[in-house]
């Protein structure tokens, strides 16, 4: 079946650092591939979206860009705030304009001042 | 726009008790979820709605969860009895149909004690 593994967390890093969270994922035909966050005590949000090879997905700083090669769909930030420490989730999608959803594990994501 | 609500935020039982959330997707989504997230893990599907019939429920434990969507609009998921293992944050989600982005509620953390 679908699946989507994600790197360990926590990870802790500094103001203005570099982010990247690694998310491989293995499915049967051509997914779609996500990025949700989810902030203290709030609901998932749709950080961004890719839904064929190649395609780079961006928002608020942060991007991805989908690798059918790889298997591959890493979140990078190129300077992280204070306000980015949240949960991180890379998610799939399989079936055509579906929205159903596989995720991982998800990431913990603190910044520090 | 009024996002997803869900009710109560937090609710703590002891376990053999019933307990029942409640979820009001965004005016106008035909489409709700009901999810599970276990701690430290992504949320895993338990039924979909499209608009009053629920078209897929295959994870649902139907043992002891049941789930209604009276006139296609709030929803209900209810256990009964609970068991200790049903500690976990329950998120309902909404969109447009199927085939549109998900926006997801605040969840709500069950403890069972």
């Known amino acids: 079946g679908d699946s989507v593994t994600q790197m360990e967390g926590p990870v802790t890093l500094s103001e203005e650092a570099f982010l990247t969270i690694n998310c491989t994922y293995t499915a049967t035909g051509y997914p779609s591939l996500f990025w949700y966050v989810q902030y203290p005590g709030e609901g998932l949000q749709l950080l961004l979206k890719a839904t064929k090879a190649d395609d780079k997905g961006s928002n608020k700083g942060f991007e991805a860009t989908y690798h059918k090669e790889t298997t591959s769909f890493h979140l990078e930030k190129g300077s992280v705030q204070v306000s980015d420490s949240a949960v991180y989730f890379c998610a799939l999608s399989t079936g055509a304009g579906s929205y159903q959803l596989t995720f991982g594990k998800g990431t913990k994501l603190s910044v520090i001042p | 726009e009024a996002g997803v609500v869900q009710s109560p935020r937090y609710k703590i039982i002891e376990k053999k008790q019933p307990v029942a959330f409640w979820c009001n997707p965004i005016s106008g989504h035909n489409t709700l979820y009901w999810y599970l997230q276990n701690l430290g893990q992504g949320p895993e599907l338990l039924i979909r709605y499209e608009n009053e019939e629920a078209v897929d429920d295959s994870q649902l434990p139907k043992d002891r969860f049941s789930a209604e969507r009276l006139k296609g609009v709030d929803s209900t998921l209810k256990i009964q009895p609970a068991e200790l293992g049903d500690s976990a944050v329950y998120l309902c989600?909404?969109?447009?149909?199927?085939?549109?982005?998900?926006?997801f509620g605040p969840g709500t953390r069950l403890t069972v004690l």
């Open positions: 989600a909404s969109s447009h149909t199927f085939h549109n982005e998900q926006f």
